[in-house]
T-cell receptor, first 114, second 115 residues
Framework: DAGITQSPRHKVTETGTPVTLRCHQT?????MYWYRQDPGHGLRLIHY???????DKGEVSDGYSVSRSKTEDFLLTLESATSSQTSVYFC?????????????FGPGTRLTVT | AQKITQTQPGMFVQEKEAVTLDCTYD???????LFWYKQPSSGEMIFLIY??????QNATEGRYSLNFQKARKSANLVISASQLGDSAMYFC????????????FGAGTRLTVKP
């Protein structure tokens, strides 16, 4: 199994509060991703990183920011959480965004915004 | 526009039988890759199989095979000899072009294997 951990695994927070989710990898992969999973939508890309301090937006980036100060850590921040951000969040890593290089996923974080 | 479509929200199959999970995709890029992932009830995403648009043969991985019909833009997953442990959500995904970080997923199909 790829060495990917996510913390916390579960979180309940109130509307308007800031939330930071952490993804940590031990594989030294250059590419890291944050997805959200909602019923009927599969997984949707929020942000991704192609190196330390190099990030870009995905399909559903509004309301989210990311940071990557070290190869192994990729943080996802909800500056002011809203109920629409209640979801399961997955981190993924990849050696390269091409060909048969698949993405390896972390265990997920279930976030509930009340 | 939806790039990946999985039209079967749920499927049932008898243990030891084969089952086909449908996936159609939409792209104008001649270079793309198709992936299937399994998500059991425990929640993790497990990579199953990959098919490249230029691959001449259909991909196979153990009991999993991909029925790739390029002209129809379909990439159906075939699971042979179903097992109870195959009960899970299955997601089809596509990455267009080369050096592209944007992988698009379908909504998924929930497969239930009956004993």
């Amino acid at each position: 199994d790829a060495g990917i951990t996510q913390s916390p695994r579960h979180k309940v927070t109130e509307t308007g509060t800031p939330v930071t989710l952490r993804c940590h990898q031990t594989e030294n992969h250059r590419y890291m991703y944050w997805y959200r999973q909602d019923p009927g939508h599969g997984l949707r890309l929020i942000h991704y990183s192609y190196g330390v301090k190099d990030t870009d937006k995905g399909e559903v980036s509004d309301g989210y920011s990311v940071s990557r100060s070290k190869t192994e850590d990729f943080l996802l921040t909800l500056e002011s959480a809203t109920s629409s951000q209640t979801s399961v969040y997955f981190c993924a890593i990849s050696e390269a965004p091409q060909g048969s290089y698949e993405q390896y996923f972390g265990p997920g974080t279930r976030l509930t915004v009340t | 526009a939806q790039k990946i479509t999985q039209t079967q929200p749920g499927m049932f199959v008898q243990e030891k039988e084969a089952v086909t999970l449908d996936c159609t995709y939409d792209t104008s890029d001649p270079s793309y890759g198709l992936f299937w992932y399994k998500q059991p009830s425990s929640g993790e995403m497990i990579f199953l199989i990959y098919q490249g648009s230029y691959d001449q043969q259909n991909a196979t991985e153990g009991r999993y095979s991909l029925n790739f019909q390029k002209a129809r833009k379909s990439a159906n997953l075939v699971i042979s000899a179903s097992q109870l442990g195959d009960s899970a959500m299955y997601f089809c995904a596509m990455r267009e072009g080369n050096n592209n970080n944007d992988m698009r997923f379908g909504a998924g199909t929930r497969l239930t294997v009956k004993p």
